[in-house]
């Protein structure tokens, strides 16, 4: 596999800046086609993805947990002056899960989880990198890809759905605490609206782009530490870009997985 | 002469450069069996990159590197990896994995190399390789609690337990006090003698070479400047050899 490098340095010209946008999509586009070719491969290294799920994902629990629960509780206490001031009070518990389901709860989870996962996979595998760990297990006739980014991809891939669906079910919890502070409303009548609006079409969509993300974000964070190099800096460097990058490809992915969506099904716009 | 089935190592004419800047240039060395080769050099001469070339971890720009007999450069990576079995690799840092501790830094290539063998005989030989390098106690330790000596040791320990036939050792004394470093030294020494390995080291360290070698080169400019027992070496009437094996230039400065 060889990986075009990354230019570094503190004057960098335009035409390093341009060379490096091109250098890391096609650097992202070896790193994935390599992920493909080695991941059906055996071993497959079972006990190391379910650890990295275990890490990865269980840690991430408390943030997302908050998280979820705070834009439930934002978004009903943003919008329920609005909605009653247009006669449509009924219909919050409705446009809180619609927004939580379809976009909030898999975006904002998967931002989250980018600032939480692709940074310390950058940093992780950046660490190895710069202290030959990858170099011993490649001369251990290990295959340092395979073991320490096959693996990674796969938990964060798998990892994220789970956690996407627990924080649209906190996000949704969130947002009935922020109504019934201002309104009674019994949480049997808030379950009912909830379950009312949202039809299956709204929820597959929603989970299944968060597959895509959490496979941006293993990806982005691997790509970046397997390829770290200059000391403690470009650990730094590999961390924060992981973050940066991976976020970004999260929102513009989100756009197109949008677009797709409503293209293959026209009914959910 | 040396017999073409004993060489172990047979470097070609081996070029390598990095952004125009020449570190080897038409190296041609052969390590024969049971052979100890200490690479002297300043910094940056390039004595790491062939080490690296020779595990095939850097791809030379020009020449042949045969280990024995097969050219690694027309190895698919599957066969590489088969030749890499039975290479050792002491790296300068000892490239402990941070994340495992010391057993299973141990087990890891064994259970991967050898899946047929059992726990028991896992356990064993991590046990008997950890008493060679007289670190028992450390087994459950995790490496940010060893000191440097103690990571090199683990490092060898490492590198050993999957019996290598030859074994690389960057810098293995870099970085240790007087001691820990000779110590280190007549460890790779008696581990040579021991398991009949081939071994070449990369240092600066005289007292290290001179405990290890059976042959010495020098790298300058790129090139094999010197190559010969050690004593020959040190007793070289070259300027640059004196400059570099005693302290007669600090000495003049001094006084």
């Known amino acids: 596999m060889h990986l075009p490098r990354i230019r570094y340095g503190r004057r960098l010209s335009y035409s390093d800046y341009i060379y490096n946008f091109f250098a890391t999509l096609s650097g992202l586009t070896v790193f994935n086609i390599e992920f493909f070719k080695q991941a059906f491969k055996p071993p497959f290294e079972v006990a190391e993805i379910r650890k990295h799920m275990d890490e990865l994902g269980v840690k991430t629990f408390g943030i997302v947990s908050i998280t979820g629960f705070i834009i439930g509780l934002v978004l009903a206490m943003q919008s329920q002056p609005v909605m009653v001031r247009f006669g449509a009070g009924d219909s919050l518990p409705g446009m809180v899960s619609l927004s939580v389901v379809r976009e909030l709860g898999p975006v904002i989870t998967a931002l989250i989880f980018a600032g939480r996962v692709s940074s310390g996979i950058g940093a992780e595998l950046g660490s190895m990198r710069v202290t030959e760990q990858i170099d011993a297990m490649e001369v251990s006739a290990i295959n340092p890809f395979k073991y320490l980014v096959v693996t990674r991809v796969i938990a964060t891939t798998m990892i994220l759905p789970i956690l996407a669906i627990y924080a649209i079910i906190i996000a949704i919890l969130g947002g009935y605490i922020a109504i019934v502070i201002t309104e009674p409303m019994s949480f049997e009548y808030y379950r009912t609206a909830v379950v009312k609006s949202i039809a299956f079409g709204d929820f597959i969509p929603g989970v299944a782009k968060t597959f895509v993300f959490g496979y941006i974000v293993g990806l982005v964070g691997s790509y970046k530490g397997y390829t770290a190099e200059g000391g403690t800096e470009g650990v730094g460097r590999a961390s924060t870009t992981s973050v940066v990058l991976s976020s970004l490809l999260i929102l513009i992915f989100d756009m197109i997985l949008v677009k797709i969506t409503l293209w293959l099904w026209p009914t959910l716009g | ?255």
Request: glycine share 6%; charged share 25%; hydrophobic share 40%.
């Open chain 2, 1 to 255: 002469m040396v017999m073409a089935d004993s060489r172990v190592v047979e470097v070609n004419k081996l070029s390598k450069s990095f952004d125009g800047h020449v570190v080897l240039n038409g190296i041609t060395l052969n390590v024969t069996r049971a052979e100890n080769l200490v690479v002297f050099g300043q910094s940056g001469t390039g004595k790491s990159v062939l080490l690296k070339c020779i595990i095939g971890l850097m791809i030379p720009d020009n020449g042949k590197i045969f280990i024995n007999g097969q050219d690694i450069s027309l190895l698919k990576i599957n066969e590489l990896n088969r030749i890499r079995k039975n290479i050792g690799f002491l790296f300068q840092g000892a490239a402990l994995y941070d994340s495992m501790s010391v057993h299973d830094n141990l087990a890891f290539p064994l259970k991967r190399h050898f899946p047929e063998r059992s726990n028991e005989e896992i356990e064993n030989k991590i046990k008997h390789t950890l008493e060679l390098v007289s670190l028992e106690d450390a087994i459950n330790k995790m490496p940010s609690e060893l000191s440097g000596g103690m990571k090199k040791r683990i490092g060898l320990a490492r590198s050993i337990i999957t019996d290598p036939e030859l074994m690389l050792y960057d810098e293995p004394t870099t970085g240790l006090d007087p001691i820990t470093s000779k110590e280190i030294s007549v460890l790779i020494l008696n581990l040579q003698k021991k398991l009949n390995m081939t071994s070449i080291v990369v240092t600066h360290d005289l007292i290290c070479a001179e405990i290890i070698a059976d042959r010495a080169i020098f790298l300058r400019e790129a090139n094999i400047a010197f190559e010969g027992n050690i004593e020959k070496l040190i007793n070289s009437n070259d300027p640059f050899l004196k400059n570099f094996f005693s302290h007669e230039v600090i000495s003049q400065e001094n006084k």
